[in-house]
């Protein structure tokens, strides 16, 4: 049996699953509800009705603080998001009032400027989560229409969509907009949808980037972080989510095969000491720190390993292990499940925190926590309801669910306010309720699903390519074909292979692969520890100020300055056969590999700052001991003719251009 909203109470309907009621004794049960029906009557008294349909205010604040209200039509905090809300109690009470409610709201959405021109389009905080919501009304209502709106609304923003929304991420970026376009194809078998599809599928090879481990995205300025962003609304696991869903729908190893890379980058930035994953978010503040330039972790680890939401940190990153623990049965996914929840028990054993909005507070962990009790077996109704029950005290007292927001009382949204709360009191009591913030792809209708992008071995071909193709060329000559039969999970099992073959030929043609195998072996460890636009915009920033500091520094204050590569500079020297080998030019004596915003640059150098870096690369100098060396080193091999004081003021003139261009830095 489940409750039916009625005017004055609730009353019990038989046929539905009990198992999320037997979670809570009666009088819990009793106290959810009670808690259920005033969020309900305090949304339904802030609405407002004109003649297009229904909307709710939000709060926002202006730059001069002033509190506002404006209505939007996303999930996040807007008008889609309280439909849902509405289209979850009409699952749970069978009310024909909540769902005309529903489509009253989607009514006005659809007729408002927001979607006449539309300017964000994710799926949380823009026009995908308006689809979705079309999409939910249509799997409830089953009125073609919202249907037809719903492929209208993709196919006439595709390209915004597809080809301009900036980040790939789950809640504001394509990977989201991937998982509502399966669910419409799912419904409609379009044609222009599937085009669509493959199209963000492409897109999401294309901008797969390689790390020390896994794959990653969002490395450009979209985010303002240490590296691509952890966690499930904006990092690696809502993206790896995203694709596993999709993969498993289409049944596509390569969709599968990315969303698991994304799963071992985001590996790295676990915090085993508190079981947690690290919010890489740099706001004003620690980019303001005197040495945040120098981008070392540990300057920032404080406050980045407290997180832990729904949005950021274990909570959320647990709803992708888990997913990817079920469709896989890998171990080595349910202990990170099992290191997810113990961070939730602890957090929730403290309950420190006065926020319990569903995406940054306590609320959202309840999809977590019931996923992971519904897949292990393993008894969380006490910790489950310890939510619930200090959310309601909280509310009480406060009149508030986030404190910390002070017009959080005012805030009605999905993710950020009231129907948030509602719609977790609602997942509490019906088990069959589709949860938008852990979403879940149909089976699909077709045995043999669509094909929808590259395999996996296309994939990993495509990395290795990108990354060798010098090496790959020359071994496929020496020996035709053997790439296309070399099999390597990832780009350090290829190298450790491409390395095992090269030492198994003839001396004659090992030592020039080799040769050039140790080239992109260098420049593709460069690729891998690159932390993406922030870092190098910041190091830019610092060497832009050192710079106008020299500037007018005279001779002798720069030969008294310690000297040392600039961080984001790697020096390789080049010898003579891997020059003839690469078809360099005679004058190229070195490259380097430079780390900027947009990634990764190779130049090549002449003979003189090559004989200045290759002083430098290995350990600092002060620019007096720096000049002598070379000065001594030149006139014993006497390989220059000019005098001592040209010679001198030439290497000069050198190393003020590479401090200039910022090949060069001044150490402490």
């Not at 789950?170 to 085009?195: D, E, K």
């Not at 640059?601 to 700052?609: E, F, M, R, S």
């Amino acid at each position: 049996m489940v409750l039916i909203a009625c005017a004055s109470r609730w009353t019990l309907l038989p046929n539905l699953n009990l198992y999320y009621m037997s979670l809570f004794h009666p009088a819990q049960t009793e106290k959810i509800n009670e808690q259920l029906q005033g969020l309900n009557k305090e949304l339904l008294s802030a609405a407002v009705r004109d003649d297009a349909g229904l909307y709710w205010p939000g709060p926002y604040y202006e730059s001069t603080g002033q509190l506002s209200f404006k209505t939007t039509a996303d999930i996040f905090n807007g008008s889609s998001g309280i439909a849902l809300y509405f289209l979850a109690l009409f699952e749970y009470s069978g009310r024909k009032e909540d769902l005309q409610i529903a489509e009253d709201i989607v009514s006005r959405t659809l007729k408002s400027e927001e979607l006449l021109k539309p300017r964000s389009f994710g799926f949380y905080t823009g026009l995908t989560g308006v689809i979705y919501t079309c999409i939910r009304l249509y799997e409830l209502n089953r009125k073609k229409e919202y249907l037809d709106t719903a492929l209208d609304l993709s196919l006439s923003n595709q390209k915004n969509i597809i080809e301009h929304t900036a980040k790939a991420d789950l809640l504001s970026g394509y990977s989201g907009s991937l998982f509502v376009f399966t669910l419409l194809y799912h419904h409609l078998r379009s044609a222009a949808i599937l085009a669509m599809i493959q199209q963000i599928v492409d897109r999401l090879v294309q901008e797969a980037r390689i790390s020390e481990t896994g794959l990653k995205w969002d490395y450009n300025r979209s985010k303002s972080a240490f590296d691509s962003l952890a966690g499930f609304s904006h990092g690696a696991s809502g993206i790896a989510y995203s694709l596993m869903q999709v993969g498993n729908y289409f049944k596509n190893e390569g969709l599968i095969y990315l969303a698991e890379q994304a799963l071992q980058y985001e590996m790295q930035y676990f915090h085993q000491e508190s079981d947690n994953w690290l919010d890489l978010r740099l706001g004003s503040y620690r980019l303001g720190l005197p040495d945040a330039y120098k981008w070392d972790l540990n300057l920032f680890l404080p406050e980045m390993k407290e997180v832990n939401s729904w949005a950021h940190g274990a909570a959320g990153i647990g709803l992708s292990r888990l997913y990817a623990w079920k469709i896989s049965k890998n171990p080595v996914y349910f202990a990170q499940c099992k290191a997810a929840l113990n961070r939730c028990l602890s957090d929730l054993k403290k309950m420190d925190r006065t926020d319990f909005s569903l995406c940054s507070g306590y609320s959202g962990m309840i999809p977590f926590l019931l996923k992971f009790q519904e897949l292990s077996k393993k008894e969380l109704s006490n910790e489950i309801w310890s939510v619930i029950e200090q959310a309601s005290l909280q509310y009480e007292t406060t009149g508030s669910y986030n404190t910390y927001i002070s017009a959080s009382p005012l805030d009605f949204g999905l993710l950020s306010g009231k129907a948030g709360i509602g719609y977790m009191l609602l997942q509490l009591l019906n088990p069959e309720m589709d949860n938008a913030v852990y979403p879940a792809l149909p089976v699909a209708h077709d045995a043999v699903p669509a094909t929808i992008g590259p395999d996996k071995r296309a994939i990993q071909q495509g990395i290795f390519s990108v990354h060798y193709p010098k090496t790959i060329q020359l071994l496929n000559l020496y020996e035709p074909g053997f790439t296309e039969t070399l099999h390597a999970d990832d780009l350090r099992e290829f190298e450790g292979k491409i390395n095992q073959k090269i030492n198994l030929l003839s001396a004659s043609k090992g030592w020039e692969l080799m040769e050039v195998f140790k080239f992109e072996k260098t420049r593709t460890s460069c690729w891998k520890i690159h932390k993406g636009y922030l870092c190098y915009a910041k190091k830019n920033e610092f060497i832009r100020n050192q710079n106008k500091q020299l500037l007018f520094s005279t001779d002798e204050v720069l030969l008294d300055l310690k000297l040392g590569l600039s961080d984001h500079v790697r020096f390789y020297p080049i010898a003579s056969r891997l020059r003839k080998i690469m078809e360099l030019k005679q004058s190229d004596y070195a490259a380097l590999f430079l780390s900027e915003e947009s990634g990764l640059h190779t130049i090549y150098i002449g003979q003189l700052p090559t004989l200045i870096l290759s002083h430098l690369h290995k350990a600092l100098s002060s620019g007096r001991k720096l000049m002598d060396s070379i000065l001594d080193d030149l006139l014993q091999q006497d390989q220059w003719t000019m005098e001592h004081e040209a010679l001198k003021q030439r290497l000069l003139l050198q190393i003020r251009s590479l401090i200039r261009n910022g090949i060069l830095s001044v150490k402490a």
